[in-house]
């Protein structure tokens, strides 16, 4: 009995692993950059850029919006949450969190991560200022491809 779950398993964990790698196979270099743009028509405060591919996708939406929250000690705090559309045929659309890393030394940025079994998608939000002064945002897609196991 136990054979023939861990068979069916198995078996679908290979269908996803296959149907995941036509979906990485758009995405041929390491990193992808593009520049948000802000959202006018928006609930909450959205920013959006696309990411030009080099594969059989064109392009990759990558969004991000932040909202207040309220805290036990009725303070507010921002919340951050993340969008990547344009994933075929796996995902239409990847939801993910946003957060700052532990390490404040940093600049201003967001980091939030995509596991799609065979490979991460860590996603990044940078803050940097212009020649002529103005602020903007760039995000940053990098594919983190995991080695094969055997068998596959």
């Known amino acids: 009995m136990a054979d023939s779950i861990n068979f069916g398993r198995k078996a679908r964990d290979d269908t996803e692993r296959r149907v995941a790698s036509l979906t990485l196979a758009g995405l041929l270099r390491p990193a992808y950059a593009g520049v948000f743009q802000k959202m006018s028509a928006s609930k909450n405060v959205a920013w959006s850029c696309d990411l030009p591919l080099d594969g059989y996708n064109r392009h990759l939406e990558f969004k991000f919006w932040r909202r207040p929250v309220r805290t036990s000690s009725n303070g507010e705090r921002l919340y951050y949450r993340g969008r990547l559309s344009g994933l075929?045929?796996?995902?239409?659309?990847?939801?993910?969190?946003?957060?700052?890393?532990?390490?404040?030394?940093?600049?201003?940025?967001?980091?939030?991560?995509?596991?799609?079994?065979?490979?991460?998608?860590?996603?990044?939000?940078?803050?940097?200022?212009r020649a002529d002064g103005a602020r903007r945002m760039v995000g940053l897609l990098e594919v983190e491809r995991r080695p094969a196991e055997d068998g596959e």
């Open 88 to 129: 075929r045929p796996f995902f239409g659309q990847c939801d993910f969190d946003l957060f700052a890393p532990a390490d404040k030394a940093r600049d201003h940025r967001l980091i939030g991560t995509i596991d799609l079994h065979i490979a991460v998608l860590n996603m990044t939000v940078m803050d940097f200022t």
